[in-house]
Nanobody, 125 residues
Framework: VQLQASGGGLVQAGGSLRLSCAAS?????????MGWFRQAPGKEREFVAA????????YYADSVKGRFTVSRDNAKKTMYLQMNGLKPEDTAVYYC??????????????????WGQGTQVTVSS
């Protein structure tokens, strides 16, 4: 499966952005738990959020709970990340990823088999 992330940009602190991740190829999209990770300059990549294949379960890093919302539209083979109340520390490259039939260790990037190219999010203070 190929993943294409989009929607990044420059926003002021307190602002909002919506990221999208479109899947293509011969894929049964709902078979994948989908995740968002991010990597800030000089830091390791970290888990942000994930959503189960049917969209019924969501997972969030403590740092984004209450501000970010992950969702998906399986008919469109697309996942979204609505980011509200953005902070300068949210500045990073955001990657979307796919975990086949994922149900455990959701926050572990090693479980994700497919990755998009990343989209830059910059939050100014």
């Amino acid at each position: 499966v190929q993943l294409q992330a989009s929607g990044g940009g420059l926003v002021q602190a307190g602002g909002s952005l919506r990221l999208s991740c479109a899947a293509s190829g011969r894929t049964f999209f709902s078979a994948y738990t989908m995740g968002w990770f991010r990597q800030a300059p000089g830091k390791e990549r970290e888990f942000v959020a994930a959503i189960s294949g049917n969209g019924g379960t969501t997972y969030y890093a403590d740092s984004v709970k209450g501000r970010f919302t992950v969702s998906r539209d399986n008919a469109k083979k697309t996942m979204y990340l609505q980011m509200n109340g953005l902070k300068p520390e949210d500045t990073a490259v955001y990657y979307c990823s796919a975990y086949p039939f994922g149900s455990t260790w959701i926050q572990e990037e090693q479980k994700y088999s497919f990755w998009g190219q990343g989209t830059q999010v910059t939050v100014s203070s």
